[in-house]
């Protein structure tokens, strides 16, 4: 009866500290956006944006033809607006920035395949380091949305 009791009581603690623990892990969100389609890129805004507003540190990585919403000279793909709001997913993601602190960056190969320099990006945005995003995405707590 006694061994019952200290298993019983081992458990009860360990869920405690689980619990605790959990309790401690931020909610972390990374969005990865690679689809050329501006609907979807708006609609990865929008989700972004939703957590950040539900209390979530959010982060987001833009890779092939999404890189270039993080482009000074964007396509029009980036800058329209789209229904319902004709919100764009260029503007949606610089609000999200100087609003929410949110970070951006580009994948790692996105700038020498366009054969450019960090110059070409908008202020604020830089290119993400593979070691350092491959830890953001296994963090404990971490979401990623990938569109």
Known sequence: MRKLATAAAAAIAGLALTGAAQAET???LLTILTTPEPQTQLMAMVL????IA???EAQMMLCGPAGDIALKDAPDTATSGQPPRDASPQGMMISMMETNGLKVQVCAIYLPGKGADAGILLDGVSAAAPDAMGADIVAPGTTVLSF
């Open 26 to 28: 931020p909610n972390r």
């Open 48 to 51: 972004t944006m939703n957590a």
């Open 54 to 56: 539900a209390g979530a």
